[in-house]
T-cell receptor, first 111, second 115 residues
Framework: GNSVTQMEGPVTLSEEAFLTINCTYTATGYPSLFWYVQYPGEGLQLLLKATKADDKGSNKGFEATYRKETTSFHLEKGSVQVSDSAVYFCALSDQKRKVTFGTGTKLQVIP | DAGVTQSPTHLIKTRGQQVTLRCSPKSGHDTVSWYQQALGQGPQFIFQYYEEEERQRGNFPDRFSGHQFPNYSSELNVNALLLGDSALYLC??????????????FGDGTRLSIL
């Protein structure tokens, strides 16, 4: 079956530090890949997506590139802010539209 | 434009009881998916409904059942509740058309506690 593996947290960074959250996946065919974010006390929100190999999704300074050769979709941001503190989930949607989530990575940004 | 709405927000039940959770999709969406999110874990896919039929199902026992109505709203039913069913239940809606890249829009969830 499909699976998503993301780095365990929590990740603690100082403001303006560089962020990488690793995500790798296992799936048959050509899934679409997503990063969702869950801010404290709020629901899941789509952060960015990529639907085919070499696509780069970007939003709010976050980026992730769909790497089929390494089955990865790592999330990056050049300079994090305190307001980026949240739980980040990597997810895939297969061609039958079944969605599989990773376990989530908690990010804490300190001033 | 209303997003995905779920009711109730919180629910307390005892073992063996039955529960029904409700979801209204985002306006214009025709597909509803349900997820179970245990504390500290990622959402686990339960099932997905489109055109009032269950289209995909995750690894959940048949105590978990659902329904989609002609107005696209949906219900999740869980029978014979177990302590392990305590979790946040999330509903997500999306558009069926297009490739699998259609993102899902999530509701805030129903927190179910089993005593």
């Amino acid at each position: 079956g499909n699976s998503v593996t993301q780095m365990e947290g929590p990740v603690t960074l100082s403001e303006e530090a560089f962020l990488t959250i690793n995500c790798t996946y296992t799936a048959t065919g050509y899934p679409s890949l997503f990063w969702y974010v869950q801010y404290p006390g709020e629901g899941l929100q789509l952060l960015l997506k990529a639907t085919k190999a070499d696509d780069k999704g970007s939003n709010k300074g976050f980026e992730a590139t769909y790497r089929k050769e390494t089955t990865s979709f790592h999330l990056e941001k050049g300079s994090v802010q305190v307001s980026d503190s949240a739980v980040y989930f990597c997810a895939l949607s297969d061609q039958k539209r079944k969605v599989t989530f990773g376990t989530g990575t908690k990010l804490q940004v300190i001033p | 434009d209303a997003g995905v709405t779920q009711s109730p927000t919180h629910l307390i039940k005892t073992r063996g009881q039955q529960v029904t959770l409700r979801c209204s999709p985002k306006s214009g969406h025709d597909t509803v998916s349900w997820y179970q999110q245990a504390l500290g874990q990622g959402p686990q896919f339960i099932f997905q409904y489109y055109e009032e039929e269950e289209r995909q199902r995750g690894n959940f026992p048949d105590r978990f059942s659902g329904h989609q109505f002609p107005n696209y709203s949906s219900e999740l039913n869980v029978n014979a509740l177990l302590l392990g069913d305590s979790a946040l239940y999330l509903c997500a809606s999306s558009l069926r058309t297009g490739r699998s890249g259609q993102p899902q829009h999530f509701g805030d969830g129903t927190r179910l506690s089993i005593l």
